[in-house]
């Protein structure tokens, strides 16, 4: 039985490799692209765009679902998360500025709130409630 496991591994990798997939088992490599910095945290809005943060520039960057360059827009400090809501507005968390802002998906700023503590994380949901983590463990539910 050892054996046939190994020579099944051997043909996995073999096939990925010939059909141009990275070799990953349960998962099958679709396109790629390299951004200009180093990204920080990354979204996907509902029309499968891809949000980045890059904090070495201190900005979002959209990508289409192809990888090309759509938008970009500075941001007001360091960003330590990213989510996109069902509509497509882009939600980041700036620690530094103990802010969540709420942009549009071409980065016009609609909205900006304060928070008090160290945010951990952000996710919104098909209801459009903005959901915050923070590093105490404690989750707050905001409507945006």
Known sequence: ????????????????????????????????????????GIAVGPGGEAYVTINN???????????EKLAEWPLEGVADGIATGPVGDVYVTINNNHK??????QGEKLDEWDV??????????PDGLVRVAFANGLIQVFMA
């Open 116 to 125: 008090d503590g160290v945010m951990a994380g952000i996710a919104t949901g």
């Open 1 to 40: 039985m050892k054996g046939k496991t190994s020579i099944l591994f051997v043909i996995c990798l073999l096939t990925s490799v010939a059909l141009g997939a990275a070799p990953a088992f349960g998962a099958s490599l679709l396109t790629h692209w390299i951004a200009e910095d180093r990204i920080d």
């Open 57 to 67: 520039n201190h900005k979002v960057v959209k990508y289409s679902p192809e990888g």
């Open 100 to 105: 969540v802002v709420k942009y549009s998906s």
